[in-house]
């Protein structure tokens, strides 16, 4: 068998919640990490760098080989704000740093050891150190964007849209570009096991809502979804682009025909990348977002 035909019946599995099925290696995302092929051009190249007090509040950088000064990304994986593991997603941020970037992964902490708002607030921490931690690994942190899959779509957008993630964390004004793969943004009431675990207990379940925070003023925006998706439908995407826009937002969005929630983010690995070209549309709307500008970044 082909290592394309070892994976392929594996990712149908991951559109799951792209989390997981049974012990870390032996799931279909721990197979593609540790068995699949990654990019040459980029490599880790520092590790477990803490953001916070918790166990789970630790990030890994990947980097070009090729020397700086790169824009910086962090990318949030997702897994419905309960599961996921940076060690799950090396080969989406070294395909990432191929391309150009200085990219940390972040952990963050997971239902039910935390519920609403604390994985944001990670997020928005994990944000904050990666500015600082990519600056030593030839990253420029004027130029940083979020992206991120799934439930780590709406981290990226909620710490882009919302400001008081950033401005709790005294870097309001850090993000410059955000971009969302396959991610809840309008998603009340909160009618799965999922979301009620993660945000039931807000006071106002509004402010749980990224669409809660369009804004004239928010960074650009790209947000990217398959039409076959029945884990998150693509309405939530065409109702955050089309509101965006309403206010005077910078936003662009791409519906993939025929994709499939896991599509959008496995696509990123080589074994997939021929499905849909999300990786170059991603990157190439992000490269140009963060493009240097000395006068806009002084």
């Not at 070892?6 to 990490?33: D, E, H, M, T, Y």
């Not at 540790?34 to 509040?57: E, F, K």
């Not at 969302?180 to 402010?207: E, H, I, K, M």
């Amino acid at each position: 068998m082909t290592r394309r035909g070892l994976f392929a019946p594996a990712l149908g599995l991951v559109a799951a919640a792209c989390s997981p099925l049974s012990s870390p290696a032996l799931s279909p995302l721990g197979l593609l990490n540790s068995l699949g092929p990654r990019d040459a051009g980029a490599r880790r190249v520092a590790r477990d760098l803490p953001y916070g007090d918790d166990p789970r509040q630790r990030m890994d950088l990947y980097a070009p080989k090729a020397p700086g000064p790169h824009p910086v990304l962090v990318f949030f994986y997702g897994g419905g704000w309960d599961s996921g593991s940076r060690d799950l997603y090396g080969w989406a941020a070294q395909a990432l740093a191929a391309q150009g970037f200085v990219v940390a992964l972040p952990d963050y902490r997971l239902v039910p050891q935390v519920v609403f708002p604390a994985f944001v607030q990670d997020a928005a921490a994990a944000t904050a150190a990666a500015a600082e931690a990519a600056a030593d690994h030839g990253g420029d942190p004027r130029r940083l964007g979020v992206l991120g899959h799934s439930a780590g779509a709406y981290l990226a957008m909620m710490i882009t849209l919302d400001r008081r993630y950033m401005a709790a964390v005294e870097r309001p004004d850090l993000i410059r570009a955000a971009a969302g793969l396959a991610g809840p943004y309008d998603f009340l009431p909160l009618d799965v096991a999922a979301s009620r675990n993660a945000f039931g207990r807000a006071p106002d379940p509004t402010l749980t809502q990224p669409i809660t925070f369009v804004r004239p003023d928010a960074p650009p925006i790209w947000l990217g979804h398959g039409t076959a998706d029945v884990v998150v439908h693509d309405e939530d995407t065409r109702l955050l682009h089309a509101r965006q826009r309403a206010v005077g937002g910078r936003s662009e969005a791409k519906l993939y025909p025929g994709l499939d929630h896991a599509d959008l983010v496995a696509s990123f690995s080589p074994l997939f990348r021929a499905k849909a070209p999300v990786l170059k549309d991603v990157t190439g709307f992000l490269r140009r977002a963060l493009e240097r500008d000395d006068e806009t970044l002084a």
